[in-house]
């Protein structure tokens, strides 16, 4: 559990983070969104005390940083940045294994760990272990970059704008992933980004910063529906509302008892794409397959509309 | 009918090689000038002799086949692996025709003649070193292939040293007259050379990383440094024997330890302060080169400052502080050819004696491996920079 | 933590300075005839017993004072006209007596520096005018007063000289107007550098008509090169007698040195000299080769 109180950095006279304070329960994917120069990365880079605070302090589990070694704090927290700054001149095993290396393990632990995380990466070992980053694709070095960051079993990982390097499609791809992996470790991320679509995929809350404030900090569905400030509002995006707070649920809470025509969709779909298909398609309604694959009912194009719209 | 339009004539549509044409003007002028040069004894003028003259007749026509077909081959367009072939061929016949040259022109028993090479014999050496050199750049032999290639070449003129197929040539002649003074002024020249490069390695490189820390010290280093390399190295070697004799006399323990005004210490101590602008400048420029993005994520995953010097910034920055050790140990083997003047030894002994006895073989018995060595030096350090670097994108 | 080294330091220099007390650092300058004199001297010791280290032609002249006065060499072998530089006295015409001028630097040096002058030889390597052998044979000149006389009765010389000998009061001159002659500027070519090889180069081959040359008393190419030098027989120039110089701590550790360069330095006289230094400089053979033949013809050395 990380707890952020009233943290500010000072340059001069211009105030990069004015009194930040939050708490981030473990276990949870927490996402710092904002525009450039909202003091976003300046706010992470003070967790690990890569820019040492002005004023505040941050608590990890209890222990406050500023008291800790700054090396050993950093060993203990994971970091992947965007252009990923893997070692050009070591291999991927090496790449990975560098904070295992740094905290003493032996030689065996570490040999497995690199075989485990880039198999959860899906990177074959035979193949990849010993390549050099400049033999991989953008998609694969940011793997390796956030496999690098898990090496050593953090429970906190930081990562400033992981994805903003990636063409689209592998994008999307990374951040399933990357959802997939932080449920199966438990591992606390916070991660930031300037892109409110990322925020609102990955996040289970979302902190919006403008000029170095902290505007809100809610779950995904809370900001969308009641913005703290205009410019919460503006960030979201009056287009894309609507399709974003469809994104957020699934199928499996939109369906009702009935029949429909046409081609299924499945029960842990969620409900932008469903309206896009409904749409695409020209029906009103589409069935609905459980995980065994049989119907287990309808959506329809009226019920998605209703759950589109502010609440009433 | 068919050449009634003549078609435009370019060096490439004959089929011609560019650079042959011009090796092949070259061989072409090296064999229309003298070969060799004959002096009655070491102080008179000598007498220039072609080819024909220089050379039995047996040897002669080989020379004159040797001449004909390099320039054919180098000529024409024929793959870079027949001109390496001919360009080593011809090197080969040249070192043993001028061998052949200096026992012809020599008569038997005379001491006091001298035979050395002529504007000829460096015309046709120049011009087969063209073809050599360009079609080791055609063929972009690597690194390794590369060093592998002198250490060849070294072995073949230690070779044809030993076999004694040049010991008629003048230069030879001064060598057998001081051969172990010459091994004792090789020896000074080398421990002047690569120790200070030692020493400038020792110090420029902790000075570097310090300069590419702190900001600050960063110019005024650099300014002062700079200042150094601007003094010409006669007057800095010479500067310095004051204060190295005042230290000599009055520091205990310092004339016992080899520093004194005059000799070796003086022209070490100047080596080095020249050392030190390529070896610093070169490690911060390095250092500089490192992506911040690299340097940010090993300062995120905790390494302290020294192990994010020794095992990321320095590694990453190696090709270019190798090739900083390159310039200065080309420069010193060249500088310490000064350490003469002021008596610190080296092969500058002998091009300074050589000058004072209008010598010129002697000139050359200092001159020559001064070269060949910054030469050797420069491949096998060129080849390691880019060894270091393959590793990298 | 400092003491134990610093004493293991001055251990070590003590040992260096004892070991190197009982050799004798035999030096010389860098010309051939300093490289023939230094090895006259190395083998001579040698045989007779004293340990030598050998830096011969360590470097000019300036380079070479400096090392004998910081202790760093014992012994090389300087010339008596030299004295007048390093002590000042340029103009005192004591260096045109032989045996004065050595006299003179004897004492100059020992009281200033502690420098012991040995026995000089008697050849007297400065500057002087040579001749082709066939013109001074047929107009008879031995001298450069016959020489003046010559040249005053319209006799035909072309001098090949340096621009400093050409220039230089105390050099051409001086001899013109001690020997009552004058060279015009057509019977004159000058050579930028002081180098004697290419002016008796010049003479030797007739170059542009030349068929006299500046030279170096001792000069090894003079003969081989049919030329003859003419005698100085007013002493206009100050006399340059090569002489062992060695410093009197080393000569006290060793005082045979004296007795045993005493004859072969008066063995050396102009014409050994200029022989010996042919072979080096014309011959092209080792100096210590022809320092080794010198001593053994003369028996200094079995």
Do not use: C
Request: net charge neutral; hydrophobic share 50%; charged share 15%.
């Amino acid at each position: 559990m990380i707890a952020i109180e009233g943290l500010r950095k000072v340059y001069g006279v211009d105030v990069a983070v004015d009194e930040v304070s939050m708490i981030v329960e473990a276990g949870a994917l927490t996402v710092i969104v904002g525009a450039s120069g909202s003091g976003k990365s300046t706010l992470v880079r003070m967790i690990n005390r890569l820019v040492e605070p002005t004023s505040g302090r941050v608590w990890i589990d209890g222990a406050d940083t500023a008291e800790l070694p700054v090396h050993e704090l950093r060993r203990r927290i994971g970091y992947a940045i965007q252009s990923h700054g893997l070692f050009p001149h070591r291999t991927v095993a090496q790449n990975i294994a560098t904070v295992p290396t740094l905290l003493g393990w032996d030689r065996r632990r570490i040999d497995a760990r690199v075989g485990e995380l880039l198999h959860l990466f899906q990177l074959d070992p035979a193949i990849f272990a010993r390549r050099h980053p400049h033999e991989l694709s953008g998609g694969q070095q940011q793997r390796v970059g956030v496999a690098r960051a898990l090496a050593a079993e953090p429970k906190l990982l930081l990562m400033d704008e992981p994805f903003g390097a990636l063409d689209p499609l592998v994008r999307a791809k990374a951040q399933d992933d990357l959802k997939a992996i932080q449920r199966q470790l438990s591992t606390t991320i916070i991660l930031v980004t300037h892109d409110m679509e990322e925020a609102i995929r990955l996040g289970d809350r979302i902190a919006v910063m403008d000029r170095g404030k902290l505007l809100q900090y809610a779950p995904p569905a809370e900001i969308l529906v009641h913005p703290a400030t205009p410019f919460v509002a503006a960030l979201i995006g009056v287009g894309d509302r609507p399709f974003r707070l469809l994104s957020l649920e699934t199928v499996a809470q939109a369906v009702e008892p009935g029949e429909a025509e046409g081609a299924v969709v499945a029960a842990d779909a969620d409900l932008r794409g469903v309206l896009a298909e409904l749409l695409w398609s020209r029906r009103a309604a589409a069935p609905v397959a459980g995980g065994d694959g049989r119907v287990i009912g309808r959506v329809t194009l009226a019920r998605l509309i209703d759950r589109a719209g502010t609440p009433t | 009918m068919a050449a009634f339009v003549a078609p435009p004539v370019g060096i490439a549509r004959l089929g011609l090689d560019k650079l042959g044409v011009v090796v092949a003007a070259l061989l072409a002028v090296g064999a229309a000038s003298p070969f060799a040069v004959f002096r009655a004894n070491r102080i008179v003028a000598g007498e220039a002799k072609f080819f024909f003259a220089a050379l039995p007749a047996l040897a002669a026509a080989l020379f004159a086949l040797a001449v004909l077909g390099a320039a054919a081959i180098s000529l024409f367009r024929t793959s870079a692996r027949t001109r390496l072939a001919t360009a080593i061929v011809f090197a080969v016949a040249l070192a043993g025709l001028i061998g052949v040259a200096a026992d012809h022109l020599t008569p038997t028993g005379d001491r006091y003649a001298r035979v050395a090479p002529a504007a000829g014999f460096w015309a046709l050496t120049f011009a087969g070193s063209i073809l050599f050199a360009d079609s080791v750049v055609r063929l972009k032999l690597g690194p390794l292939a590369r060093v592998l290639a002198l250490a060849l070449g070294a072995a073949a003129f230690a070779l044809a040293l030993w076999s004694g197929l040049w010991n008629e040539l003048s230069i030879l002649k001064e060598y057998a007259t001081r051969a172990d003074v010459f091994w004792r002024e090789a020896g000074a020249h080398l421990v002047l050379a690569v120790g200070s490069l030692a020493a400038a390695v020792v110090v420029g490189l902790p000075l570097g990383v310090l300069m590419e820390r702190r900001r600050g010290l960063r110019a005024p280093a650099l300014n002062t440094l700079n200042a150094i390399q601007t003094i010409p190295s006669i007057a800095l070697f010479g500067m310095l024997i004051g204060p190295l004799g005042w230290v000599s006399n009055h520091v205990p323990g310092a004339a016992a330890l080899g520093v004194h005004g005059i000799g070796a210490a003086p022209a070490f101590l100047a080596l080095f302060l020249y050392s030190l602008l390529p070896m610093a400048a070169n490690t911060v420029v390095g250092l500089d080169n490192v992506p911040r993005d690299v340097v940010d994520a090993a300062r995120g995953m905790g390494m302290t400052s020294r192990q994010q010097l020794f095992s990321v910034e320095l590694p990453l920055a190696l090709p270019v502080i190798l090739t900083g050790v390159r310039i200065v140990l080309v420069q010193n083997i060249g500088l310490a050819t000064i350490a003469a003047l002021i008596g610190g030894g080296g092969f500058g002994v002998f091009v300074f004696a050589g000058l004072g006895q209008t010598a010129p073989d002697l000139i050359l018995l200092g001159a020559l491996p001064t070269v060949l060595l910054a030469f050797a030096a420069a491949i096998v350090l060129d080849a390691t920079v880019e060894f270091v670097s393959g590793a990298r994108p | 933590m400092r003491l134990p080294v610093l004493f293991a330091a001055a251990l070590l220099a003590a040992t260096v300075a004892t070991a190197a007390s009982a050799k004798v650092v035999v030096s010389s300058k860098i010309d051939t005839e300093g490289g023939v004199l230094g090895n006259v001297i190395a083998l001579a010791l040698k045989a007779n017993g004293v340990e030598v280290e050998d830096r011969i032609q360590l470097g000019g002249t300036p380079v070479v004072r400096k090392a004998i006065a910081a202790g760093e060499i014992d012994i090389y072998p300087e010339y008596t006209g030299n004295a007048a530089y390093f002590f000042n006295k340029a103009d005192d015409p004591i260096w045109k007596d032989g045996a004065k001028g050595y006299e003179e630097a004897k004492k100059l040096d020992y009281d200033a520096n502690k420098i012991v002058w040995l026995t000089p030889s008697p050849a007297n390597n400065t500057w002087a005018i040579a001749l082709r052998k066939e013109v001074a044979a047929s107009a008879k000149l031995a001298t450069l007063s016959d020489f003046g006389k010559w040249i005053s009765g319209g006799g035909n010389a072309k001098l090949a000289a340096s621009a400093e000998f050409v220039n230089s009061p105390a050099a051409l001159p001086a001899f013109q107007t001690a020997y009552g002659f004058k060279l015009s500027p057509d019977q004159l070519i000058v050579l930028s550098g002081g180098d004697t090889a290419a002016t008796i180069k010049a003479a030797a081959e007739q170059t542009n008509g030349a068929n006299a040359a500046m030279v170096y008393g001792t000069d090894g190419a003079i003969q081989p090169s049919g030329l003859v030098v003419l005698d100085d027989d007013k002493g206009v120039q100050p006399v340059y007698r090569p002489t062992p110089i060695i410093r009197e701590a080393a000569l006290q550790a060793n005082p045979k040195i004296a007795d045993i360069l005493k004859p072969i330095f008066a063995a050396l006289d102009l014409a050994t000299l200029q022989g010996l230094n042919a072979r080096v400089q014309v011959g092209g053979e080792p100096a210590k080769a022809v320092a080794e033949d010198f001593l053994k013809s003369k028996g200094f050395l079995k």
